[in-house]
């Protein structure tokens, strides 16, 4: 791998995702504004504790299904509309080298988020716990579970069916991911698809191990798992380079 | 022709490329030299793009064999990819991206790349080098296209369709450009529609129909060899068209009018033909105002092979 490529690569995807106006709304204004509203707003009772312990769990999970889905796979499917990703194929850096720098920029995005939205909550009263260290590699393994989603729908939709499709499922995610509201407010039926998506199990194993002396729901990771592994593999089979 | 195969930067012997059973290439053969400039000339579809693209290591071939600078371009060898560089038809470029900013991320890929500020310059476009990709016009997308392509010192550079939407004063830049790049040894395959663009441009043309080239060689020999010509005449008088063919021993048809009194009948121009075309104004007692011989064009050719292959 050629570093140099690498690094100039990541430079340049991180200053178009900054560029971005509405990748920013997506990964750092909702996230941050679904912390603040809830928190202040009674919309909702908690299981136990407080709203704050509800809401940061899902958050930092709504986060990360932002960058690694939506910001990931819109730019992509646009990349592969203009012709970048073939064109950048036959460079030194090539499609190994591109997919490495697209993976250091949603870590970085990622990071940034995560530090962003533990500092605001801090802030509105919640308090960190030791959980927050084994939450980071949880949200690793959701980053995986979202790029897979993002990159499947990159790669095999038209750009523009790809931005409907991104931000439409964004609003299942969020609407069906146990992120601004409890599962349990769901009717039962729709409950019980909501637990089977890649959403409510990782802001539900999040909420596991934040939780005072929590563990991690044994359901929930294996479905988190199956996306980690199902979705990059579709991804990696259905990708097409070229629209 | 006379090579060692080092000196071949471009070989390709019988490819063969189908799309859901349609062959886009078929049975194409083709030796460029290093430092040469060869156009690949075709009608829409005849297979052009899709060699190009095999070349490039975009598509892999179905059958036959490709070699460029001795590799072969789907092994995935970032070495060759070093070497090459690639001018898209369209596209290839970020458009929320600044000219500069595409042509310094580029360079950061190469290990000895030219200076993006001098490219700028070369290519013309130093007064918009922080204008988004976006906003320029399409001329000036395919220069900064081109500086793309050139800016890690390709020893093999491939120019689909280059100059499409140029205006006239940048496909000239172009065109001195990939001159001097040529003698400076590096080798260029393009594609292209424009005839004059293959004559001012390219060593060796091939035109390319149905997905094989149906001709081969320098712009002048594939002209000279393609086409007969055209005598072209104009007379004080009417002249009956299917009198003069017939006295000329040609079909009824031969001879046509191309405006009142203007007249033209196929090449080649032989002395027997001359002759006997002035004895039959002679017996007809029409005078001459004008009489030429032209030569054909590598258009013609062009419209004759490919239409040819039609029929």
Avoid at chain 1, 103 to 117: D, P, S
Wanted: proline share 5%; aromatic share 6%.
């Amino acid at each position: 791998m050629n570093t140099r490529a690498v690094a100039a690569q990541t430079r340049l995807e991180l200053s178009m995702t900054v560029r971005r106006g509405e990748s920013l709304l997506v990964t750092l204004v909702v996230p941050i504004g679904i912390l603040i509203f809830f928190s202040k707003v009674d919309a909702m009772q908690p299981r136990r504790g407080s709203a704050l312990d509800f809401l940061v769990p899902g958050v930092l999970s709504l986060a990360v299904m932002s960058s690694a889905m939506v910001s990931l796979g819109i730019a992509t499917g646009f990349e592969r509309r203009y012709g970048v990703l073939k064109r950048l194929g036959s460079t030194p850096l090539g499609r190994s080298g591109l997919l490495t720098a697209k993976t250091l920029n949603v870590l970085a995005l990622e990071v940034f988020q995560f530090l962003l939205i533990v500092v605001a909550s801090i802030a509105l009263g919640w308090k960190p716990t030791i959980g927050l260290v084994a939450a980071i590699g949880l949200l690793f393994v959701g980053t995986i579970a979202f790029a897979g989603i993002g990159m499947f729908m990159a790669g095999t939709l038209r750009a523009e069916a790809n931005l409907a499709a991104a931000n439409g499922l964004f609003l299942v995610f969020l609407f069906l991911g146990g992120m601004a509201y409890p599962l349990e407010r769901l009717p039962t039926a729709l409950e019980s698809i909501a637990r089977l998506l890649p959403a409510a199990a990782l802001s539900e194993c999040v909420r596991g191990v934040l939780e005072p002396a929590g563990s991690i729901p044994t359901r929930e990771l294996v479905v988190l798992l199956v996306w980690a592994v199902g979705a990059p593999l579709l991804a990696a089979k259905k990708f097409r380079w070229e629209e | 022709m006379s090579n060692s195969p080092g000196d071949l930067a471009i070989e390709v012997v019988d490819l063969k490329k189908h799309y859901n059973g349609r062959a886009a290439v078929n049975g194409l053969s083709l030796s460029i030299r290093k430092g040469e400039v060869f156009g690949l000339l075709g009608p829409n579809g005849a297979g052009k793009t899709t060699t190009v693209e095999i070349l490039e290591g975009y598509r892999r071939a179905d059958a036959g064999s490709v070699a460029v600078l001795g590799q072969d371009p789907s092994g995935n060898s970032a070495w060759l990819r070093s070497q090459v560089g690639v001018m898209l038809q369209d596209g290839g470029l970020y458009p929320g991206a600044k000219p500069l900013e595409m042509l310094k991320l580029f360079a950061a890929f190469y290990d000895n790349p030219r200076d993006p500020l001098e490219l700028l310059d070369l290519v013309g476009l130093n007064e918009s080098s922080t204008t988004m990709v976006r906003r320029l016009s399409g001329g000036q997308a395919q220069r900064l296209s081109l500086a793309v392509a050139l800016v890690g010192r390709p020893q093999v550079l491939f120019l689909d369709e280059p100059t499409g939407g140029m205006d006239p004063r940048a496909r000239a830049i172009t065109w001195q450009l990939v001159r001097d790049l040529a003698d400076s040894g590096v080798t260029v395959l393009l594609t292209t529609h424009q005839m004059d663009e293959a004559e001012h441009l390219c060593d060796r043309v091939g035109i390319i129909d149905h997905g094989k080239i149906v001709a081969e060689g320098t712009p002048t020999d594939v002209t000279n060899a393609g086409g007969d010509g055209t005598i072209r005449f104009v007379t004080a008088a009417p002249v009956d068209l299917a009198a003069l063919s017939s006295a000329l021993g040609l079909p009824p048809d031969a001879v046509w009018e191309e405006r009142p009194g203007h007249y033209a009948l196929p090449g080649p121009a032989t002395p027997n033909l001359l002759a006997d075309l002035t004895a039959w104004l002679r017996d007809e007692e029409i005078t001459l105002a004008e009489l030429r011989t032209v030569r054909a064009t590598l258009e013609e050719v062009f419209l004759r092979l490919t239409e040819e292959s039609r029929a």
